[in-house]
């Protein structure tokens, strides 16, 4: 027998919420392995269809989840997300180094650095949010941040807000600001002392003592 419902509670980093059912009772339990698309990541207030069944521990579970809501609003919100991305801080930053680079004020390997590094840390966090919805190996969070200091972190930000990845863990985004400072610092050091072997080997060893 199916039953429908709303979702009141989702944790997204760790994968499951709650969902309460119409007819009322007590809520259960749901987890992303249970929900049948998976190209798309549930959130609060979302209506679901699902079936009740007991885990080992005899605790209700939902099975079989599916949204109920119109199949086309997920692919407007990702058009949506994926056209804003300049209009976010690691876009706009992106935007601004490359025009000072072709307009002579930056030199042409800072946008490149930037460009580049952000590409690799924006794939990196996709895989590990796609790790972390099927339960599989996940990047670990010392390998991100080491991408955002060699200046990643542009397409950090961008992959927080568009995928909804690390953005809620206070601890992780404590360390990644510490991160983005770090990085600008060695970049003004850099842009202004003329050494960028001396700034990298300086702040690769300022990393190793933040960690």
Do not use: C
């Not at 798309?40 to 979302?46: E, F, W």
């Not at 397409?155 to 995928?163: D, K, N, P, T, W």
């Not at 600001?177 to 770090?182: E, G, K, L, R, S």
């Amino acid at each position: 027998m199916r039953h429908q419902g709303q979702l009141r509670n989702w944790n997204d980093e760790r994968g499951f919420g709650f969902v309460e059912p119409h007819e009322g009772g007590e809520h259960v339990f749901v987890h992303i392995k249970s929900i049948e698309d998976r190209q798309r990541r549930p959130a609060v207030g979302d209506l679901i269809s699902f079936e009740v069944a007991r885990d080992e521990n005899g605790r209700l579970r939902a099975a079989g989840v599916r949204f109920l809501e119109n199949t086309d609003k997920p692919a407007r919100e990702t058009a949506k997300s994926t056209s804003g991305w300049a209009h976010s801080p690691g876009g706009l930053f992106l935007v601004a180094i490359t025009t000072g680079a072709a307009v002579g004020r930056l030199p042409w390997w800072s946008a490149l650095l930037y460009l580049t590094m952000s590409l690799i840390t924006w794939f990196a966090y996709r895989i590990d949010k796609r790790a972390a919805q099927g339960d599989l190996r996940r990047i670990p969070e010392r390998t991100l941040h080491l991408l955002e200091l060699t200046g990643g972190w542009p397409g950090a930000l961008m992959a927080q807000s568009l995928l909804r990845h690390k953005n809620r863990k206070r601890s992780y985004q404590f360390v990644f600001w510490i991160v983005v400072a770090m990085n600008l610092g060695a970049m003004i050091w850099i842009l202004e002392s003329g050494s960028p072997q001396q700034a990298l080997i300086d702040l690769l060893k300022a990393s190793d003592r933040l960690w």
